[in-house]
């Protein structure tokens, strides 16, 4: 009998401008999941089409309207499959480019899975000796699809717990 390796979930950081879509939109829908759509930049693509698994956990971070920071967490329910938005000529996140044989943009359905009593904002990351490391934090990062590392995943959650 072929044994078979069971991979430990990763864990992610998945940026969002609340305006286009929230903590809250993704808790008013259906099953409290939803497709992951509209990132157009290759490295990000590359991980929800490369790395990004079913059971791995994410932080939502509300990106560009303040406050900035993590709202909650998610976990991902749907790997990788082609960004249909492309396809769609009324999407705004449409890409001429695009074809269904070939396609360019990937997106994964993530679910949610708690939204934090009170965001843990920049200001908290910074002041915690593992969270300052992450990759959100670095100057001029803006990935939207960003690694984080288990100890970084566990201080996020520490500070979540003291804030509230």
Do not use: C
């Not at 969002?16 to 809250?24: L, M, Q, R």
């Not at 300052?132 to 959650?157: C, D, F, H, Y």
């Amino acid at each position: 009998m072929k044994s078979q390796t069971i991979e430990k979930p990763k864990f992610w950081l998945f940026k969002s401008e609340p305006s286009a879509f929230s903590i809250d939109h993704l808790a008013r829908s259906a099953k409290k999941t939803a497709p992951w759509d509209g990132v157009r930049n290759y490295q990000a693509r590359n991980s929800l089409r490369d790395d990004v698994q079913v059971g791995d956990f994410v932080f939502f971070y509300h990106s560009r309207e303040e406050p900035l920071g993590i709202f909650g967490t998610m976990q991902i329910v749907r790997a990788g499959y082609p960004d249909f938005t492309a396809f769609d000529p009324k999407s705004k996140y449409y890409d001429p480019k695009s074809d269904p044989d070939n396609p360019r943009w990937y997106m994964v359905d993530v679910k949610l899975v708690e939204k934090f009593p009170e965001p843990v904002t920049r200001d908290k990351l910074a002041s915690d000796d593992i969270a300052r490391s992450m990759l959100v934090m670095k100057r001029g990062m803006r990935l939207s699809i960003q690694p984080v590392t288990q100890e970084e995943w566990n201080a996020v959650q520490q500070l979540a717990k003291v804030e509230a």
